[in-house]
């Protein structure tokens, strides 16, 4: 009996597989005890291998995915954004737009959610075995346009476009100017229909030609990136202000519009070709 458990120690050791090996000795224990037969303890033995190796290859997954912290559904707080379809959303979780290689739009102004629902999607499909990676708008850019200057940038859009899911973050953050446009043009050019996006942004679809500077790029890319397209709209306000909602403006924690503010009055003598009515 020593010597056969002493050999399939070995194997474990040859197999590399640590958690089995850590958990042989029990195992036995259970057998001799009568609490398994034979092939539960084998399967116990790989079961507990398996679990080991998947939450590790979990792991590196979403370090190399970039989706640290990771985020999750159930820890989304539905109740607060009530304008958001609880049942669409866990829909979107069965992953089929990823087969169907769609765009899944989350618009919303700042701290609605938007980022969570996006990292928390690609959290679920990096468990169902897809690859995933994320970045913000402004790092794929940056990252597009050092290619560009290297000589690369065709290496770079095969990169960004091996993931099956690619989300990019914080669309209308910050400005791009039209040579950026144009590098992400290529990238969505070069995905469409092949590979599936999540895209969170604060702006409206009709302010693209603002953010991108181009209102001719920012229509082509609405073409590709709407044809085939999940659109999310979140209404409401900053989860992440929640707490300090009484030092918000209330123009802010309405959404409402801020009104410009009046016109200066010009002071001083009026200019000298202006008419003045003598009464």
């Not at 850019?141 to 095969?158: D, H, M, P």
């Not at 999540?198 to 030609?209: C, K, Y």
Request: some cysteine; aromatic content about 6%.
């Amino acid at each position: 009996m020593t010597e056969v458990l002493d050999r399939i120690a070995s194997h474990l050791v040859g197999l590399r597989m640590p958690r089995a090996l850590e958990a042989l000795d029990h195992t036995v224990q259970q057998i001799e005890k009568g609490e398994l037969s034979t092939l539960e303890a084998i399967d116990s033995l790989l079961a507990e291998e398996l679990s080991v190796r998947e939450s590790r290859r979990i792991g590196v997954a979403m370090m190399t995915a970039r989706l640290t912290p990771p985020k999750t559904l159930e820890g989304f707080d539905f109740a607060f954004q009530p304008s958001l379809d609880r049942d669409r959303i866990m829909a979107l979780a069965q992953l089929d737009f990823i087969e169907r290689t769609e765009v899944v739009h989350f618009l919303g102004p700042p701290g609605t959610g938007k980022s969570h629902l996006a990292v928390a999607l690609g959290v679920a499909a990096v468990k169902a075995g897809k690859s995933v990676y994320r970045c913000t708008l402004a790092e794929l850019i940056e990252a597009l346009s050092r290619s560009e200057r290297e000589g690369r940038l065709v290496e770079k859009i095969r990169f960004y476009s091996r993931a099956s899911l690619l989300i990019i973050d914080e669309i209308g953050y910050l400005p791009i100017t039209t040579g950026g446009a144009n590098l992400f043009f290529q990238l969505v050019n070069a995905r469409y229909e092949k590979g599936a996006m999540i895209l969170t942004s604060n702006r409206g679809f009709a302010e693209w030609g603002d953010v991108f500077g181009d209102p001719v790029v920012a229509t082509a890319l609405l073409d590709r990136l709407l044809h085939h397209a999940v659109v999310v709209q979140i209404e409401g306000a900053s989860y992440r202000l929640r707490s300090h909602a009484d030092l918000i403006p209330e123009h802010v924690r309405t959404n409402a519009p801020i009104s410009p503010p009046p016109p200066k009055r010009r002071r001083g003598r009026p200019p000298k070709n202006r008419k003045i009515e003598m009464t």
